[in-house]
């Protein structure tokens, strides 16, 4: 029974994770059981072919961003590492020009906690408004970039809205000032195209599990330019990986992420707007069927698989708790386990009550148009049925 309805739950939560594609893991498989030397050690042939798949994954991952040398690509244990590393590598390297940084209120808690902790330790942090689309303000930007601003740290899209940064213009601004730009691109791969050169950040995040490669591995990629960017390393060990990152290398991960990279790559616009067209179907049956419902976040320049939805009347986690079919979130991964209200709707200037109650539904490589039709008729039933139960209760309280 139980593995009977395991089988019937819809996953709507790919912002949060995705299924490793079986692509990946069929070139992930030989470096676990048949060739699973240590690729820092350099003294067998074993040893030298792990070291040399690890650069032929370095060097696909920086191709597929747009880079120009394999040298730029740290290979870490995903996004919040490689946020971490970027954040406090660079003020502390650059705590001699400055200790000024920018970002926004939206970004993720693995940029945000990063920047309090620095904050702590004297750094001066400001963190520009964001419009009800979740979107910067460009003007306040430039008002609050200063001569001793050494970061400017902005994600290209929000992983509970999908609304995308104008990343290109703002790094423009912050370069005019001699800013480094750090962008958290995790929940942007694989989803829209993103070149490094045309966003013009000198600092740039992913992680795998975000576009159907494994878990536990993800990178920094750092611009190659002279003179260089030098980071302070967070952890200290046996200097592997630049010395920025020390530690055994995961070279199936790093496999892993690289051929789910180029998959996704591939695939480009076809699946991007398939993938809209899902979407857009889903949240115009749900919006349509349902008074005071309303869609989160830029209606246009978003993720194609995106759509954040604010309910009206409704107990959003009673809401969750009635659809056991379904797999849906409410907002961040890293923050489902917190009860308050969306901080990112919250700083959209959505209302306390309707960031209270709002799903972010999340659509991935593998839905299809019936996943989409069963999700909406089954959130339009429950919420109706949700909504109805105090009338029911004052009639049954009326007849007692």
């Given amino acids: 029974m139980i593995a009977a309805m395991a089988e019937r739950v819809i996953y709507l939560d790919h912002n949060a994770t995705t299924p490793c594609d079986p692509r990946v893991v069929e070139a992930m498989l030989p470096f676990m059981t048949e060739r699973y030397a240590n690729s820092t050690t350099r003294n067998h042939r074993p040893g030298r072919d792990a070291a040399s798949e690890l650069e032929r994954a370095r060097t696909t991952v920086d191709r597929l961003l747009g880079g120009h040398a394999a040298s730029e690509v740290v290979f870490t244990a995903g996004a919040t590492e490689g946020n971490n590393l970027a954040l406090m590598g660079a003020a502390e390297a650059l705590v001699g020009r400055g200790r000024h940084i920018i970002s926004q209120p939206t970004e993720h808690a693995s940029v945000l906690e990063p920047l309090a902790a620095l904050a702590k330790r004297g750094w001066e942090i400001t963190l520009i408004g964001v419009d009800d689309a979740g979107r910067i ?20 899209a929000n992983n509970e809205t999908g ?6 213009d703002a790094a423009d601004l912050a370069h005019s000032c001699g800013a480094l730009v750090h962008c958290d691109a995790a929940q942007a791969i694989g989803k829209i195209p993103v070149d490094v050169a045309q966003l013009g950040v000198d600092l740039l995040t992913a992680s795998a599990h975000k576009f159907y490669g494994p878990k536990g591995v993800g990178a920094l990629w750092i611009r190659h330019r002279r003179p260089p960017i030098k980071l302070t390393p967070v952890i200290h060990g046996g200097g592997q ?26 695939a480009g616009d076809v699946e991007r707007a398939r993938t809209a067209l899902l979407r857009d179907r889903l949240e115009s049956s749900i919006l349509d069927a349902l008074d005071g419902s309303w869609q989160n976040g830029d209606g246009h320049n978003r993720l194609p698989n995106t759509s954040n939805l604010s309910i009206a009347g409704i107990d959003v986690n009673a809401l969750l708790a009635s659809l056991p079919d379904l797999a849906l979130n409410t907002g961040s991964a890293c923050t489902s386990a917190h009860p308050e209200p969306s901080p990112v709707l919250r700083a959209m200037g959505v209302s306390e009550e309707l960031a209270g109650a709002s799903l972010r539904l999340s659509l991935g490589r593998f839905t299809t148009k019936e996943d989409v039709d069963r999700t909406a008729a089954r959130i339009v039933e429950e919420v109706i049925r949700l909504r109805d139960m105090p009338a029911r209760m004052g009639r049954g309280s009326h007849r007692r």
Avoid at 148 to 155: Q, Y
Avoid at 163 to 168: E, H, Y
């Fill in 137 to 156: 303000n460009l003007g306040e930007l430039e008002s609050v970039l200063r001569d001793d601003t050494v970061l400017v740290s902005l994600m290209l």
């Fill in 241 to 266: 990986e630049g010395g920025l990152r020390s530690g055994t290398p995961n070279v199936p991960g790093a496999i892993g992420m690289a051929t789910a990279l180029e998959i996704a790559t591939s």
């Fill in 163 to 168: 609304t995308i940064q104008p990343l290109t």
